[in-house]
């Protein structure tokens, strides 16, 4: 508490990559069967770059490279009661082999872009998955 009174909110950061191959993202069923984006929680030993790839590499078996900050915003879980800070990334897959579901999800799936609305996803996913599909369109028109 400062002398003003104010308390300063504590979150959990989360670090997310949209992962598109042959135009589908990857995706995974987290315990509250939602679908979620890769990722996860940074270590202090490394950027969020670092983090990214290494928490998609854990969850799918996937190598990635990490391009672009998509996006970042404050989520509210009802189930937990907690607010967490996500950061999205885009990232560029580095394998053709299928993705591995890990212990950590229920479901992995790939998804075309037009699939995405109908999905029980948070809105802020979904933003973040529909700011890379454009990149991508908008890069290989360049």
């Known amino acids: 508490m400062t002398a003003s009174g104010y308390v300063p909110h504590m979150y959990s950061i989360s670090v997310k990559g949209v992962v598109v191959r042959d135009g589908q993202v990857l995706l995974l ?9 890769p990722g996860g929680r940074i ?36 189930e937990a009661e ?17 993705p591995v579901l890990s212990h950590e999800h229920k479901e992995v799936g790939l998804f075309r872009e037009d699939e995405i609305a109908g999905l029980k996803m948070p809105d802020g996913y979904k933003r973040s998955i529909m700011t890379w599909f454009a990149q991508l369109r908008a890069a290989e028109n360049v």
């Open 43 to 78: 270590e202090p030993t490394e950027t969020p770059e670092e983090c990214v790839a290494r928490e998609i590499t854990e969850e799918t078996q996937w190598p990635v490279t990490t391009g672009p900050i998509l996006d970042s915003w404050i989520y509210y879980i009802n």
């Open 82 to 98: 907690r607010h967490v800070f996500i950061v999205t990334y885009g990232c560029y897959p580095d394998t053709d082999a299928e």
């Open 29 to 37: 069923k987290n315990e509250r069967d939602e679908w979620e984006l």
